[in-house]
């Protein structure tokens, strides 16, 4: 794989979500060496390289209309199983592989591709292996240690602000672990105009999240409050910003969709619901009102008036932890009033939003650490953290969820990578994703509702 110029680059992204597949593709577009943000945003083939994409089988699987909504285009885009995915590094040169998965998805996929560029040379044609990436696809309150180890290995982690990038280091470097791979950077679908006062009529937007909060209650309660402010504000439009329609899946499972517990209430006429992409929501949101969600940093950086609630209470199950000092924590009855919140600009800074218009150099530092790396005679092989070694007991259970063994290798029996599924398999496996949504939809919550009894 002789070195490329930036005009011939060619970049891989294994995603298994739409959100993250939305994240990958657009982070391929910020780090390609000789791109730019207006360069980016047209796509990877107008940007000067080629972008392949590939959706993990899972549970998660984006549907079309998912795609369609996150509206990021690829020259190429397939639906593979991790097997299928490592067969495709073996046959395909590629200059940079974007793994935009959830954490064991990462450990086990760089330990693949360690084992599929072992000797790279000999196995198949002179060259160097592809520098790998990786990162979150957005704030990071949870399992800070766990999610950063498995994905340790890549040739660059990347932070989303200056406050993950030092957090990180120091997850690294208190392991003992090499901690040079951190580079920070920036959301990648950070953008749209900056808000410039309100709109006619005035609207609210509740940006809902799959998995917070996880319960009927809760769930129900806000919705009950989003309707009564549609209901003591008639002049404003209220929306509730949905993430998937029934059936489909996202980055997180939905065990009870808004849009079922909605129909049992009776919103006034000025209370809607939405889909689509967020950040064309935004350009007409004039408050936006989340738990917790990404969403709530795509508005600040906008510098739309944002809301993090307050009412479930400030917990670390909730996320909006992550939010304390920001100066954005509130609850419902406060905006009833007529609250309107002012972010704290240190926090802002600090958390990678980029709302003083610096946005343009936040992925300069990732650029240039990636044309150093592609311009080296050749690279060192993967070096994850977790190996047999290190983690025995918890590394090999991860490697054969997807069909690995300990050393990389596939495991007797793993999913044909030799061809594509024909049109059987194909009936067969919607079938059975199908079967998994509603078991975990319908069957599971009705389960443990039994189990509470």
Partial sequence: MPPSSPKSLRIAVLADSDTRWK???????????????????????????????????????????????????????????????????AETSYDIVVLALVGGGVQAMLHGLARVWDGLENGFGPGKRPVVVTGYVGVVYEKLADGLLLRHGADLVLANSRQDAERFRAVYEGVGADASAVTEVALPFLGGTAYEGEHTPYTVVFAVQPSVPDNRRDRTYLLERLVRHARLHPEREVLLKLRSRPGEHTTHIEELPYQKLV????????????????????????????ISSTAALESLHRRIPTVVLTDLGVREVLGNHHFVGSGCLASWDQLDAGHRPVPDEEWVARQGVVADGTYAHAFDAARE???????????????????????PGYLPGILARHHLGPDGTPLPGAPAADKDPGPVRQIVRRAARGA???????????IRRMGEL
Avoid at 33 to 53: I, K, V, Y
Avoid at 263 to 286: C, E, I, K, S, W
Avoid at 385 to 390: G, L, N, Q, W
Avoid at 436 to 446: E, L, S
């Fill in 23 to 89: 994240w990958g593709a657009l982070t391929a577009d910020r780090i390609a060496p000789g791109s730019s943000m207006e360069a980016a945003s047209r796509g990877g083939a107008q940007a000067g390289f080629t972008l392949d994409g590939f959706l993990l089988r899972g549970r998660a699987t984006p549907t079309a209309r998912q795609l369609d909504e996150v509206g990021v285009r690829a020259d190429s885009l397939r639906e593979v199983t991790a097997v299928e995915f490592l067969r495709a590094m």
């Fill in 263 to 290: 129909q049992r209430l009776d919103p006034p006429a000025n209370f809607r619901l939405v889909y689509g992409n967020m950040g064309q929501v935004l350009d007409h949101t004039d408050l936006l009102v989340t």
């Fill in 369 to 391: 650490r990636i044309t150093k790396l592609l311009a080296s005679p050749e690279l060192p092989p993967l070096t994850p953290y977790y190996t047999p070694v290190t983690a």
């Fill in 436 to 446: 998994y949504r509603h078991g975990v939809q319908r069957v599971a919550p009705v």
